[in-house]
C-alpha cells in the first residue's frame, strides 16, 4: 500500500508493479486508474486519510485475494489532486483471468465502500466535504 | 479515561470520556448535539479494530475512532 | 486497435493511451494486460491474428462502448511472444467506475470467445495449435 | 467461382469452388476428408462479415472465410 501527498504518478506505478512481478508467472494483470474529473466549478478534490485502519483493510484483502492465487495493490493520494490528474490506482494480478476480473470489481467496490478516505470538493481555495457522494461504512450508526 | 477521536469532516478535537462500554460511550456522546447528525452515519473503531458491538468493554486507555461516511477513490 | 510483431510494450501502451485521454475528463481507466506464463515446456506462445474480421470486431465493441459514453481500446501481439513478455493489452475509459468495470469484463470475454486470433505453444521451436484452450466462434459448425 | 480460404491452424491453401448458396459451399466441403474434423468448430465469414444463415446466396468473387477455434489473450 502506497500513500502519496497530492496526485499520483500513473505511468510510474503501473510501470514498477509490473517490473515488480515480471518473473512471478502471472497471467493477468488489472489496474484501475482513478482520474479526477472536472465537474461544476471545482479545481481540485482533496483527501484525508486514516491510515491504521486502511491499512488494515489493505491487509484483509491481500489475505482474500492470496487465497485465489492472486495479489492486490493499492497507491492513493492525500491533499489536493488537480482535475485531470490521478488520486487512486489499484490493481490485481492473477494467474488466471476470471479471478482477475472478478477481484479487481470486488476490491475496487469495497474500497469506495469502506476504506477510511474522505473527499472534499476544492473551490476557490476552500475545502468542501463531498457529503452527497459519501457512503457510511459497514456497520454505521452503532453509537446513535 | 477513553479518548475518543473525530476523522475526516467532522472537524472535532479529540476529547476524554468516562464510560466502561461502548453503550455509555453512546450517552456520553449524545449529550453533544454538534454530534447528533454524524453518529447515525459514522462507523466505530476500538485501538483501530472496527467494532460492531455495542456491549464491547472499554478500560482506561482504549482508543476510540468516529468515522464518517467515506468515498474514495 | 494496434497490432505488434512480438511482445508488446505495455508502459508504453499504458502511457500512451492515459496521454491520449488526459483532456477527456474520463473518471476511470481500466487496461488488462495478458502476460504470457510459464506452463509446462513452452519456450513461447505464438499467434496468428485474422486483422479485417478483428477490426470489424473490435468496430462494433467501440460502438457498444460509446452509447454508454466510454471507449475501449486494444493492442494485440502477432507472432512469437517470450514467456513472461506480454502478448495483449485492451482498456476501457469511462466517465464511470460501475460502467469501466462491467466493460473491461465484457470486452475482455468477448474478445476471448469471438476474436479471430488463433494461439500456438512454441516449443523446441516447434508451432503446436493450442486445440486444448481454444474455442469454437459463436456460430460455429454452420457448414458441417 | 467462390474463393474459400481456411484461417489459421486448417493449414489449407485457399481453394475455388462452384456454389450457389452456403448449403451447397457445405456439400462440396465435405468431400475433403480433411475438412470432416474442423467444419462443426468452424465458424464463416462471407466477404470478412460473419455470416449464420445457410441459405445465403454466393455469388462469383465472392471470398468465403473458414475460422476455427480461437484462443486470443
Chains 1, 3 share one sequence.
Not at chain 1, 99 to 108: G, K, P, R, W, Y
Request: charged share 25%; hydrophobic share 45%; net charge negative.
Amino acid at each position: 500500500m502506497e500513500l502519496y501527498q497530492g496526485p499520483l504518478d500513473a505511468k510510474e506505478i503501473f510501470g514498477r508493479w509490473l517490473d515488480e512481478q515480471s518473473g512471478s508467472n502471472y497471467g493477468a494483470y488489472i489496474p484501475f486508474i482513478g482520474i479526477i474529473r472536472e465537474e461544476g466549478s471545482i479545481e481540485a478534490l482533496s483527501f484525508d486519510i486514516y491510515e491504521p485502519i486502511l491499512q488494515s483493510w489493505f491487509d484483509a484483502w491481500q489475505e482474500r485475494a492470496a487465497r485465489e492465487g492472486a495479489i492486490v495493490k493499492m497507491a492513493h493520494a492525500m491533499g489536493d489532486v488537480p482535475i485531470h490528474t490521478s488520486s487512486y490506482v489499484s490493481a490485481v494480478f492473477s494467474p488466471r483471468r476470471r479471478v482477475a476480473l472478478e477481484l479487481i470489481d470486488a476490491f475496487v467496490e469495497d474500497f469506495k465502500a469502506n476504506a477510511p478516505i474522505w473527499k472534499y470538493d476544492v473551490i476557490n481555495g476552500e475545502r468542501i466535504y463531498a457529503a452527497d457522494r459519501s457512503t457510511p461504512m459497514d456497520g454505521a450508526g452503532l453509537l446513535a | 479515561m477513553i479518548r475518543v477521536e473525530f476523522l475526516g469532516p467532522i472537524g472535532k478535537g479529540p476529547v476524554e470520556v468516562k464510560a466502561n462500554t461502548l453503550a455509555e460511550l453512546s450517552e456520553r456522546l449524545k449529550e453533544d448535539k454538534a454530534l447528533a447528525d454524524w453518529l447515525p452515519k459514522c462507523a466505530v473503531a476500538l485501538n483501530d479494530a472496527m467494532v460492531s458491538d455495542l456491549q464491547t468493554h472499554l478500560k482506561t486507555g482504549d482508543r476510540v475512532t468516529i468515522l464518517p461516511p467515506v468515498c474514495g477513490g
